[in-house]
């Protein structure tokens, strides 16, 4: 079982930068696809980045976060970040960190079914 522990959210102005981190414990930490979904109050948890098992370590994300968001992982430390730079009013969420095994090759990595475990989630605010 992986537990999931997100920290490093917090209320910030639009512009500024913040670095979430996710520490993983309870598994094989290099073996897992890692992502980050957010939820707005009242809409559905979306897909933010995911970064791969894999030694060159391919990196995804939606079109939301290409250009600012930057996920990174330390697998010496069972840990992965998103690197938020540029922040809007609309980045405002509850910030989530997922893995999921690397047997899964269904459904798509930015799809909550593909993905086992979830932390609990940390709150980004920002204000304009």
């Known amino acids: 079982q992986v537990q999931l522990v997100e920290s490093g959210g917090g209320l910030v102005q639009a512009g500024d930068s913040l670095r979430l981190s996710c520490a993983a414990s309870?598994?094989?930490?290099?073996?897992?696809?890692m992502g980050w979904f957010r939820q707005a109050p009242g809409q559905e948890r979306e897909f933010v980045a995911a970064?791969?098992?894999?030694?060159?370590?391919?990196?995804f994300y939606a079109n939301s976060a290409k250009g600012r968001f930057a996920i990174s992982r330390d697998n010496a430390k069972n840990t992965v970040y998103l690197q938020m730079n540029g922040l809007k009013p609309e980045d405002t969420a509850v910030y989530y960190c997922?893995?999921?095994?690397?047997?899964?090759?269904?459904?798509?990595?930015?799809?909550?079914?593909?993905?086992?475990?979830w932390g609990q989630g940390t709150q980004v605010t920002v204000s304009s």
């Open positions: 997922a893995a999921g095994s690397h047997r899964k090759t269904d459904p798509p990595l930015d799809k909550m079914p593909r993905y086992d475990y």
């Open positions: 309870g598994g094989t930490f290099s073996g897992y696809l």
């Open positions: 970064i791969t098992w894999h030694k060159n370590e391919p990196t």
